[in-house]
């Protein structure tokens, strides 16, 4: 089983150009989640998703956007990128879900990661 | 101040050394504890994961926590160079609240 998977492995992408980060999953996770993760920061939340058609925002959203067309992709664009993007980007999925607002706390699996440069 | 703490490191000890990795934490409300590894240039992965206080033992880790002082550690026994990763505490307040992560202990087993 492949779990998550992320693409692109790493890119350079000059600022102001947009690019979509791609995750895929396979275990038919209701919940799916975007993270980034920045030296002495942690991991912090951007976009989540309870199920198919359905997203909200984390903590840190701004200049992200995603969607959810169906169970197994959640897609996270930046519109218009800009140096304080450069991160290593996580996407993650996990069992349970509420449909009706709020987040799963349920186990989260996180695919490989994007590094990603911002110049 | 972030409502968990933890210390980065990193940390060295020999092969075969019992490690303690740690984390604080500020709001009460937490329930569920997670600790996480992760490898260079990989995503986490679930190591523990326990509800309120107590401990848990599988194989050679041990996660305890102690809500009373907002803590929690997880122990690594018999530590292996394989072990060599950044360890993430996370939790939780259940209800469907969002998952708080922890900025990493990393840790290096010398053999």
């Known amino acids: 089983t492949a779990g998550i998977t992320q693409a692109p492995t790493s890119q350079i992408l000059a600022a102001g150009r947009s690019m979509t980060l791609r995750c895929t999953q396979d275990m038919r996770h209701n919940a799916m989640y975007w993270y980034r993760q920045d030296l002495g920061l942690g991991l912090r939340l951007i976009h989540y998703s309870n199920t198919a058609g359905t997203t909200g925002k984390g903590e840190v959203p701004d200049g992200y956007s995603v969607s959810r067309a169906n169970t197994d992709d959640f897609p996270l664009t930046l519109a218009s990128a800009v140096p304080s993007q450069t991160s290593v980007y996580f996407c993650?999925?996990?069992?349970?879900?509420?449909?009706?607002?709020?987040?799963?706390?349920?186990?989260?699996?996180f695919g490989p990661g994007t590094r990603l440069t911002v110049l | 101040q972030k409502e968990v703490e933890q210390d980065p490191g990193p940390l060295s000890v020999p092969e075969g050394a019992i490690v303690s990795l740690n984390c604080t934490y500020s709001n009460s409300a937490f329930q569920y504890f997670m600790w996480y590894r992760q490898y260079s240039r990989k995503g986490p992965e679930l190591l523990m994961y326990t509800y309120s206080s107590g401990n848990k033992e599988d194989g050679r880790f041990t996660a305890q926590v102690d809500k009373s002082s907002k803590y929690i550690s997880l122990f690594i026994r018999d530590s292996q160079p394989s072990d060599s990763a950044t360890y993430l505490c996370?939790?939780?307040?259940?209800?469907?609240?969002?998952?708080?992560f922890g900025t990493g202990t990393k840790l290096q087993v010398i053999p």
């Open positions: 996370a939790m939780s307040k259940g209800g469907y609240q969002k998952v708080t």
């Open positions: 993650a999925s996990s069992d349970s879900g509420s449909t009706s607002g709020g987040l799963s706390t349920d186990t989260q699996y």
